[in-house]
């Protein structure tokens, strides 16, 4: 079974920063992608965040610029660098990650998982 864990949420000031982690755990073949949405009350779920195995990153246009995501496949732990927070970023913030768990003869097959999301909010 493989399970999402997210942690680093918590209160911060406008302008402040927080680190996000999430590690991917159980048994599996490999990690395609990770990546963080967010969604704050009464909103849509948003995409803020990705990166693929080979390290390559994308932002929705809301963070770039302030938001760095990160990964460690040794780890298997993908991490969101959010710096120059602002009240409209406060939402909880959910991992996840397309990770291949069984196969079908030669062939991967890759499955969505989602972490419990973690609460982050930026107020004064």
């Known amino acids: 079974q493989v399970q999402l864990v997210e942690s680093g949420g918590g209160l911060v000031q406008p302008g402040g920063s927080l680190r996000l982690s999430c590690t991917a755990s159980g048994s599996f073949f490999s990690i395609y992608t990770m990546g963080w949405y967010r969604q704050a009350p009464g909103k849509e779920l948003q995409l803020a965040a990705s990166?693929?195995?080979?390290?390559?990153?994308g932002y929705a246009d809301f963070v770039k610029g302030r938001f760095t995501i990160s990964s460690d496949s040794a780890k298997s732990t993908a991490y969101l660098q959010m710096n120059s927070l602002k009240p409209k970023d406060t939402a909880v913030y959910l991992c996840?990650?397309?990770?291949?768990?069984?196969?079908?003869?030669?062939?991967?097959?890759?499955?969505?998982?989602w972490g419990q999301g973690t609460q982050v909010t930026v107020s004064s």
């Open positions: 996840t990650a397309r990770i291949a768990v069984t196969t079908t003869g030669s062939r991967l097959n890759a499955y969505d998982y």
């Open positions: 990166i693929t195995r080979d390290g390559d990153p």
